[in-house]
């Protein structure tokens, strides 16, 4: 979803955007699609760290009344102008190793297994925007999958039965 775009139907076509179409033909109304782009801003702010005073969230609700491309647009360019930022936070902890003893590997094994299960958790709870998805999984729940398969393969180097290339 974060682009870049080259057209407006690039940025129709995106599942986010077919999520707020789909919300709003379920119940159409005037200001329908307002909520749910509001929530598409809302959540590319957050991901980036972004923290919104009342007159920032005031615009935020005021852009969020255009069509939900436009919407879709302006979250990826928060969320691309973001990326350089984890990518060089990621390097840096790359570079970095942490020695765990046998009962601290034990900790943060059992932490990660009760972490991906609360997130299969989640991922399993239907939200509306789940009902109204193609694939009837809605984006934030299929994160949440991805993240426990994520808690999954660290587990796995933790406890000596994955590699630490991601292949187990």
């Given at each position: 979803?974060?682009?870049p775009y080259e057209t407006e139907?690039?940025?129709?076509?995106?599942?986010?955007?077919?999520?707020?179409?789909q919300t709003f033909d379920a119940a159409p109304r005037q200001g329908g699609?307002?909520?749910?782009s509001h929530r598409l801003l809302c959540e590319a702010l957050t991901a980036a760290g972004v923290e919104l005073g009342a007159y920032d969230h005031r615009i935020v609700r005021w852009l969020s009344q255009w069509e939900p491309?436009?919407?879709?647009?302006i979250a990826?360019?928060?969320?691309?102008a973001h990326l350089p930022e984890l990518a060089e936070a990621r390097a840096a902890l790359a570079g970095s190793a942490v020695t765990l003893d046998d009962g601290q590997a034990a900790t943060a094994v059992d932490a990660l297994e009760?972490?991906?299960?609360?997130?299969?958790?989640r991922a399993g709870l239907t939200c509306d925007d789940c009902v109204h998805h193609p694939a009837e999984l809605c984006e934030?729940?299929?994160?949440?999958?991805?993240t426990a398969d994520e808690y999954d393969a660290l587990t796995a180097i933790l406890s000596g039965t994955g590699s630490p290339g991601g292949a187990s």
């Open positions: 979803m974060t682009g139907a690039q940025a129709r076509e995106t599942p986010a955007v077919q999520a707020v179409y699609m307002d909520e749910p491309e436009t919407c879709a647009v990826g360019l928060v969320t691309r009760v972490a991906a299960e609360y997130r299969r958790y934030d729940h299929q994160a949440d999958l991805d």
